[in-house]
């Protein structure tokens, strides 16, 4: 029995397909979606042909409260390194080169999303 999901669940979702139809159109490789390490999450690992890229999703249907970039907080980035550490170790990469991303989308209603691609947003420590 599969859990429902809340709307904003789904908001994320939606937000992640449109992240990966936009980095696909610049002919980055999506490597994985939604990958855990412990209580850590990195939405979208792809390779550009030069580095890895670990990047975070955040979408809204709005911009009320601020941008989706804005979301994301230093708790979140700790984490991001954490995941970005293991996913390294899992696959025998350590040392690759890596590329931090936030991909701020916002989805209203009857409009096209609304896209920022803020490459490099943060590095690695």
Do not use: C
């Amino acid at each position: 029995m599969s859990e429902k999901k809340t709307d904003k669940q789904i908001l994320g979702k939606r937000g992640e397909d449109v992240a990966v139809t936009f980095l696909e159109s610049k002919d980055i490789q999506i490597l994985e979606r939604n990958y855990h390490f412990m209580k850590a999450e990195i939405d979208i690992v792809a390779y550009n042909g030069r580095q890895i890229i670990f990047a975070e999703v955040k979408t809204r249907t709005s911009t009320k409260f601020g941008e989706p970039e804005e979301a994301v907080s230093e708790k979140k980035k700790k984490n991001m390194y954490a995941a970005a550490e293991a996913w390294l170790y899992e696959r025998k990469m350590d040392g690759a080169p890596v590329r931090f991303d936030i991909i701020s989308v916002v989805i209203r209603e009857g409009e096209e999303p609304r896209i920022r691609h803020f490459e490099a947003a943060f590095w690695y420590l």
